[in-house]
């Protein structure tokens, strides 16, 4: 079965400080993840897909195929990154994504 | 980038009415959109998937006759709450899939629409 685990539901740092969300995976195919974050009164907008392999915001994630992890970090958190992260599978052959429970970040000044 | 549209953004209705939602892709054919509920602070919870000019396929536990689903063009899905209740209070967000922008599992999210029944 197709699963999306997100360990924390709350996570809190200070700003300046490192952040990791985690995220873990499990899925017997090829895996398609991606990172959602919802700022306070917004909408769910992508933040990351690891086929791209970018940074946006300082943010970074790397598919890890031996732990099925896809973690979410930043070296330096900044206020403005709080939010509600999402981490979510996509599953081409049922067309539809497994979104994991979400970790809302809190970056305290 | 791809943009989608919800209306209304908030209702309020009586029990025992019914409460149409409309999610429109406005710059692109979706071909999928997706329904979900929101509790606050809480996941996503995907009810439906939506594929244009067929039915739709909902998850386990959401009743289809409760939630009709409606994807009739390209650019437009409709979510209708039958009699509503208090426990139908939620928030409703739908998403689609643009297959000319970003990869396949990509969704692009409209911003939700806060149902209150009295």
């Known amino acids: 079965a197709q699963r999306v685990t997100q360990p924390e539901k709350l996570l809190s740092v200070f700003k300046g400080a490192p952040v990791e969300l985690k995220c873990n995976y499990s899925y017997s195919g090829s895996p398609e993840l991606f990172w959602y974050v919802q700022y306070s009164r917004q909408r769910l907008q992508l933040l990351l897909r690891h086929i791209s392999r970018e940074s946006i915001k300082g943010f970074t994630a790397d598919l890890n195929k031996g732990e099925t992890s896809f973690h979410l970090k930043k070296p330096f958190a900044q206020e403005e990154d709080s939010a509600m992260y999402y981490c979510a599978l996509g599953n081409t052959n049922a067309g539809k994504s497994t979104f994991g429970d979400g970790t809302t970040l809190t970056v305290k000044p | 980038g791809a943009v989608v549209s919800q209306h209304p953004s908030r209702v309020i209705c009586k029990s025992g009415t019914s409460v149409k939602i409309e999610c429109r892709s406005l710059?692109?054919?979706?071909?999928?959109m997706f329904w979900y509920r929101q509790f606050p602070k809480q996941s996503l919870m995907l009810m439906a998937t939506?594929?244009?000019?067929?039915?739709?396929?909902?998850e386990q536990g959401v009743e289809k006759d409760k939630f009709l689903i409606n994807h009739a063009s390209l650019t437009l899905s409709t979510l209708t709450v039958t009699s509503a209740h208090p426990e139908d209070s939620s928030f409703y967000i739908c998403s689609a899939r643009d297959r000319t922008q970003g990869s396949y599992n990509e969704q692009f999210f409209g911003p939700g629409t806060r149902l209150t029944v009295l």
């Open positions: 710059d692109f054919q979706a071909t999928t």
């Open positions: 939506s594929n244009e000019g067929s039915k739709a396929t909902y």
